[in-house]
C-alpha cells in the first residue's frame, strides 16, 4: 500500500503544498485582519518545510539558515503588522477587513 | 514505520490547526490552532534532523509572536459583531483559484520531477545541530545576518511610529 511507505521528501512537500493552501484559503476568504495575519504566518511556515526538506535532500545546511532568516522576517512582519492593525482599529473602530476602504477609487 | 505512524500524526494535527485557524470567528480560538499548529511543525523538523529549528519554532513563534498576537487581540477587546464572517465570494473565488492551481501546478510538477526522484542525503555528523547551523551562517552568511539585524531594528522603530498615539 502506497500510504504506508517509508516516508519520503515527497511526503513533505505535498504536506507543506497543502499547508500553504490553506493559509491562502485563509487570506483570501476571511475579513477579520488578525487571521487573515495568523493565514498568512501559516504560507511562510508552509515554505520553511519545503526549504528544510530540501535541506534534508540535500545533506546540506543551507536551507536550515535560510528557515532560520525566514523566521526572524516573520517576526518583524508580524510586528510591524500588528502596529498597524492598533493604529487602524483606533482609526476606525473595526478590525472587519471590508471597512477599510478608503483607497478605493 | 514508527517514524511512518509520526508523521501521520503530525501532519493531521498540522492540517487540523490550520483549518481551525481560518474556519473560526473568534481570532482567539484561530491564535490557539496556530500555536497547534507551530508545535506539530516543530515536531516534523525534529523527525527532518533539524533540531536547532524545532526549538526556534517553538520559542520565537509558540513563544514570541503567538503572545504578542494574543496580547493584541485582547487588548483590542472585540464585540462580537466586529470579528468579521466569511466573504461568500472569497470562498468560492478561493476554491477555483486552488483548484485550477492545484491541478496545473501537480501536473507540470509530476512532469519535472517524476516521483521518487529525491532521496535522501547521507547525514554528516551533528547535521542540524546548534554548533553546525551556527558556523554556517557565520561563516558563510555573515552579511546576510547583518542586514537581518537591520530589518529588525527597522521593524521595531516602525511598530513605535505606526502604534505609537503621539511621539
Known amino acids: 500500500m502506497d500510504l504506508l511507505m517509508p516516508i519520503g521528501p515527497s511526503h513533505y512537500l505535498v504536506l507543506s503544498a497543502l499547508l500553504f493552501i490553506v493559509g491562502t484559503a485563509g487570506v483570501l476568504s476571511r475579513r477579520n485582519l488578525f487571521v487573515v495575519l495568523m493565514s498568512l504566518e501559516l504560507m511562510l511556515n508552509a515554505v520553511n518545510l519545503t526549504f528544510v526538506t530540501f535541506s534534508r535532500v540535500n545533506g546540506e545546511m543551507t536551507g536550515q539558515v535560510v528557515a532560520l532568516f525566514v523566521v526572524a522576517v516573520a517576526a518583524a512582519e508580524a510586528c510591524v503588522g500588528l502596529a498597524i492593525v492598533v493604529a487602524l482599529f483606533r482609526l476606525k473602530e473595526t478590525v472587519d477587513l471590508d471597512m477599510f476602504k478608503s483607497l478605493k477609487g | ?167
Open chain 2, 1 to 167: 514505520m514508527i517514524e511512518t505512524v509520526v508523521f501521520y500524526i503530525l501532519a493531521a494535527l498540522l492540517l487540523g490547526m490550520g483549518l481551525l485557524v481560518i474556519t473560526r470567528t473568534n481570532p482567539m480560538a484561530s491564535a490557539v490552532g496556530m500555536i497547534g499548529a507551530f508545535a506539530a511543525l516543530a515536531g516534523l523538523y525534529l523527525l527532518q534532523s533539524a533540531p536547532l529549528l524545532a526549538v526556534l519554532q517553538i520559542l520565537v513563534y509558540a513563544g514570541g509572536i503567538m503572545v504578542l498576537m494574543i496580547f493584541v487581540i485582547m487588548l483590542l477587546n472585540l464585540r462580537d459583531e466586529d470579528m468579521g464572517s466569511l466573504r461568500a465570494k472569497g470562498v468560492w473565488v478561493t476554491g477555483a483559484l486552488l483548484g485550477i492551481t492545484s491541478v496545473v501546478f501537480g501536473q507540470v510538477f509530476l512532469v519535472i520531477f517524476p516521483t521518487g526522484q529525491w532521496k535522501n542525503a547521507v547525514l554528516p555528523e551533528g547535521f542540524g545541530s546548534i554548533f553546525s547551523v551556527g558556523e554556517k551562517i557565520f561563516a558563510s552568511y555573515l552579511f546576510p545576518f547583518e542586514i537581518l539585524s537591520l530589518l529588525l531594528l527597522t521593524a521595531v522603530v516602525g511598530a513605535m511610529v505606526l502604534a505609537k498615539r503621539r511621539l
